[in-house]
T-cell receptor, first 113, second 111 residues
Framework: DTGVSQDPRHKITKRGQNVTFRCDPI?????LYWYRQTLGQGPEFLTY????????KSRLLSDRFSAERPKGSFSTLEIQRTEQGDSAMYLC???????????FGPGTRLLVL | SQKIEQNSEALNIQEGKTATLTCNYT??????LQWYRQDPGRGPVFLLL?????KEKRKERLKVTFDTTLKQSLFHITASQPADSATYLC??????????FGSGTRLLVRP
């Protein structure tokens, strides 16, 4: 299966710790998106990359959040000094430039205790 | 501000019936609208896209309508099956190709 993959699938951490998530998009896709989803809500946009360039960041992305896509392939999302309010499902999606459909990974579920 | 609304109450129907889900939007003029399915603990899966110049689109047992005057899309599943039970998300794409989702409607199909 060459779909979008995310690692880890689940992460439990204590408040104040740093966490890093990884996303591997579909290989030929040059656009990569991060979304966050809380219970009972739809996914909310966090940031996106076109190749290695980070083109847009949501106001939801506080300065504790940073995302990278160093070689235009996989991406990482780091959360520093986690807070309980960061508990959510973090979804990654990818698409071809100009294509309307986004392909989502299985998500990383984060629980901050 | 831009807003997408889906019925937050679960839709509970008998197997074999047609499920109809509603998506309303305000302060937005999308060129197209998408529907995704999401199962618990999984990422959304793309189902259908309908453009503003299309009134209706079909794929197997799925049908989507798009009324830009009413600012509404309807999503229908005919001959519903228990396997159709999931949350269905409506999404619009903005000018930077990011998706703006509704909160989703949970569908439960009883055998």
């Amino acid at each position: 299966d060459t779909g979008v993959s995310q690692d880890p699938r689940h992460k439990i951490t204590k408040r104040g710790q740093n966490v890093t998530f990884r996303c591997d998009p579909i290989s030929e896709h040059n656009r990569l998106y991060w979304y966050r989803q809380t219970l009972g809500q739809g996914p909310e946009f966090l940031t996106y990359f076109q190749n290695e360039a980070q083109l847009e960041k949501s106001r939801l992305l506080s300065d504790r959040f940073s995302a990278e896509r160093p070689k235009g392939s996989f991406s990482t999302l780091e959360i520093q000094r986690t807070e309980q309010g960061d508990s959510a499902m973090y979804l990654c999606a990818s698409s071809l430039d100009g294509e309307e459909t986004q392909y989502f990974g299985p998500g990383t579920r984060l629980l901050v205790l | 501000s831009q807003k997408i609304e889906q019925n937050s109450e679960a839709l509970n129907i008998q197997e074999g019936k047609t499920a109809t889900l509603t998506c309303n939007y305000t302060n937005y003029s999308p060129a197209y609208l998408q529907w995704y399915r999401q199962d618990p603990g999984r990422g959304p899966v793309f189902l259908l896209l309908i453009r503003e110049n299309e009134k209706e689109k079909r794929k197997e047992r799925l049908k989507v309508t798009f009324d830009t005057t009413l600012k509404q899309s309807l999503f229908h599943i005919t001959a519903s099956q228990p396997a159709d039970s999931a949350t269905y998300l409506c999404a619009l794409m903005d000018s930077s190709y990011k998706l703006i989702f509704g909160s989703g409607t949970r569908l439960l199909v009883r055998p």
